[in-house]
């Protein structure tokens, strides 16, 4: 006789089996993919309330664990008696809005505001914590700036079905942490934790969630429900929207309407359409001490003596590193708080990538800001909106559908590395430690965790020539699933290279030519085949290609060409030179002359 625990234990590993195999339908299948992922979250919540009063089923209890409770004071429901709850008040006022504007009478953003802020009292968040400006912003984007049309499929159709999810989180995040131990991400080490909780800095980490949370906890940034009162002190960002829509009124522009297009957009997707997939966030560590679970942290000898050839390097003076037809890691030009500005003013690489995969924004709920030796990769956002222009000229241009392949989690296969880098460096860019912390930043971001061993042989005191690094390497590699504990579904990733471009030369005014190099330096030590550079009409890069023909020609080593990027900073810092690093290397570069690429 099957018992009532002995089935809800196979619970999880079903829910994760079917994920696997739902990952495999083709996109013109994925109507029947969502009926079905509806019954198995129907059934994973019937049988959870069936057996409400006995928790030991599912092993830890929900208040004993390490994050869940990480991340409890930055959530808005409550901890209860092992479950998790909305404040009944809430849940009445949520009913009323899941009905409609005939129910709940919210059909204008001043009455949306309101709804809002009684949301929050009843939260017992202090409205003085909302930006100034909030309720004019709401009333401004619906009232005035969205067609009627517009605006009755939003309170009559997208409201209402934001509020009934939102209705359904305490038992999506209860089905979350109860289904996570049993997930191990294709690529990492096994028995890793994925549940949701606070990646501190310092400390390597998954975060594994559904499209459906995630849709779910950016309807409470929408709704402002997010405690915000002691995230600062933790070295969090604002993840409520207040900011967004006060920024509207505040100084109104078009750029900002637009991103708030792009938002909505994806609440009118997402409520037409429940995703079905995953997203992972990393945060990814170099190791100071040299320990085994972490990628090492390369010191300037390291990098001064690599004779790790360099990988291929392919300019592209049009095109947009989103748009990349190959696999590869997306860089995204990051500020040392992820997402930067995407919830307030910001509209540059960084926060327009966060408009058109709005799932990125999620990262900023549990995602501290990074320091020097860390990176964050994000793995399976989805694409929801098409767009053109730069800042002042960003522009919502309607749906987008992605078509991306999905891996064995069901995640998109669409790698996003934040990486920070020096702001307004000037010439302290040129000094020793900051090219290593540059160097490094990139490299960590470019790393692979499957190769972290690969990578200990590489930064070894006991350096190898180029013949004993590679017998090296391709002996780790025909032991590499006893040797790293790796599922043996995890790959090296050999394919997989770099689409990039000027990264920390726009707002943080770096050096072009100096960056470009150390992200090409960078990828080559990660173990990278190639980098994919878009220069998007740079001046100062029109002779990137010409550069890096004349050195690949020459078959430098990573150690060749950042001994010639250090010689040149310290004659940057000297002042005997005032040429870029591409004159300063080549020095008859500019006259054209077709002998300059021989060898």
């Known amino acids: 006789m099957i018992t009532k625990d002995c089935t809800l234990s196979f619970i999880p590993v079903i829910l994760v089996s079917c994920?696997?195999?739902?990952?495999?339908?083709?996109?013109?299948?994925?109507?029947?993919?969502?009926?079905?992922?509806?019954?198995?979250?129907?059934?994973?919540?019937?049988?959870?309330?069936?057996?409400?009063?006995?928790?030991?089923?599912?092993?830890?209890?929900?208040?004993?664990?390490?994050d869940l409770n990480s991340i409890l004071e930055f959530l808005p429901v409550v901890l209860r008696s092992s479950a998790l709850f909305w404040p009944s008040q809430v849940v009445e006022a949520m009913k009323a809005l899941s009905k409609g504007p005939e129910h709940s009478k919210v059909d204008s953003g001043d009455v949306l505001f309101l709804a809002i802020s009684d949301l929050r009292q009843s939260l017992s968040l202090s409205a003085d914590s909302?930006?100034?400006?909030?309720?004019?912003?709401?009333?401004?984007?619906?009232?005035?700036?969205?067609?009627?049309?517009?605006?009755?499929?939003?309170?009559?159709?997208?409201?209402?079905?934001?509020?009934?999810?939102?209705?359904?989180?305490?038992?999506?995040?209860?089905?979350?942490?109860?289904?996570?131990?049993?997930?191990?991400?294709?690529?990492?080490?096994?028995?890793?934790?994925?549940?949701?909780?606070?990646?501190?800095?310092q400390e390597a980490g998954v975060v594994l969630l559904s499209q459906e949370l995630i849709g779910t906890l950016l309807a409470c940034s929408f709704f402002c429900l997010f405690p915000d009162s002691t995230r600062g002190a933790n070295d969090l960002q604002v993840i409520n929207f207040d900011h967004l829509f006060a920024s509207?009124?505040?100084?109104?522009?078009?750029?900002?309407?637009n991103k708030i297009k792009c938002i909505i957009h994806?609440?009118?997707?997402?409520?037409?359409?429940?995703?079905?997939?995953?997203?992972?966030?990393?945060?990814?560590?170099?190791?100071?001490?040299?320990?085994h679970n972490y990628i090492p942290h390369p010191n300037a000898e390291s990098w001064s003596k690599s004779v790790v050839?360099?990988?291929?390097?392919?300019?592209?003076?049009?095109?947009?590193?989103?748009?990349?037809?190959?696999?590869?890691?997306?860089?995204?030009?990051?500020?040392?708080?992820?997402?930067?500005?995407?919830?307030?003013?910001?509209?540059?690489?960084?926060?327009?990538?966060?408009?058109?995969?709005?799932?990125?924004?999620?990262?900023?709920l549990f995602l501290p800001c990074m320091a020097d030796n860390e990176a964050i990769e994000v793995f399976g956002a989805e694409r929801f909106s098409q767009y053109t222009g730069y800042a002042a000229s960003f522009r919502f241009c309607g749906d987008f559908v992605d078509k991306k392949d999905i891996d064995m989690m069901g995640r998109r296969k669409t790698r996003i590395i934040a990486i920070d880098a020096l702001g307004n460096p000037g010439k302290r860019q040129y000094r020793h430690k900051f090219l290593v912390r540059e160097v490094n930043k990139a490299f960590c971001g470019f790393s692979d965790a499957c190769k972290s061993h690969r990578y200990q042989i590489l930064f070894k005191d006991d350096h190898f020539s180029e013949a004993e690094l590679d017998h090296e390497i391709k002996s780790l590699e025909s032991n590499s699933v006893d040797v790293?504990?790796?599922?043996?579904?995890a790959s090296f990733e050999d394919e997989v290279g770099i689409a990039t471009g000027n990264w920390g030369c726009g707002a943080f005014r770096g050096d072009p030519e100096l960056k470009a190099i150390i992200q090409w330096l960078a990828a080559s030590q990660a173990l990278r085949p190639f980098v994919v550079y878009h220069t998007f009409g740079l001046e100062a890069l029109q002779t990137l290609d010409k550069v890096t023909k004349w050195i690949t020609s020459h078959r430098w080593s990573v150690g060749d060409l950042w001994n010639m990027i250090v010689e040149y900073s310290s004659q940057r810092l000297k002042n005997e030179t005032h040429v870029g690093f591409f004159n300063w290397l080549l020095p008859l570069l500019s006259s054209d002359d077709p002998m300059i690429l021989d060898p």
């Open 19 to 66: 994920k696997i195999r739902i990952s495999s339908i083709q996109q013109k299948r994925n109507m029947y993919v969502m009926r079905l992922h509806r019954i198995l979250s129907f059934s994973l919540f019937f049988f959870h309330h069936l057996c409400l009063s006995d928790h030991t089923y599912w092993g830890e209890r929900m208040e004993n664990r390490e």
């Open 130 to 201: 909302l930006a100034f400006s909030t309720a004019d912003g709401f009333s401004l984007y619906f009232d005035d700036l969205m067609s009627r049309a517009e605006a009755n499929k939003w309170f009559g159709e997208i409201l209402p079905a934001l509020a009934d999810s939102l209705l359904r989180l305490p038992l999506m995040l209860e089905a979350h942490y109860k289904s996570a131990d049993s997930i191990s991400c294709v690529g990492v080490r096994d028995g890793i934790k994925t549940g949701l909780r606070v990646l501190k800095s």
């Open 248 to 257: 509207l009124y505040d100084n109104y522009n078009e750029k900002q309407e």
């Open 266 to 291: 994806y609440f009118e997707r997402i409520c037409s359409s429940i995703p079905v997939g995953n997203v992972s966030f990393e945060r990814k560590v170099l190791a100071i001490d040299q320990t």
């Open 309 to 364: 050839p360099l990988c291929l390097f392919e300019v592209c003076s049009s095109g947009l590193i989103e748009d990349h037809s190959k696999e590869v890691l997306e860089v995204d030009f990051a500020n040392k708080y992820f997402g930067g500005g995407a919830l307030t003013r910001g509209c540059v690489q960084e926060e327009i990538r966060f408009m058109i995969n709005p799932e990125l924004i999620a990262g900023i």
């Open 484 to 489: 790293l504990g790796i599922s043996q579904s």
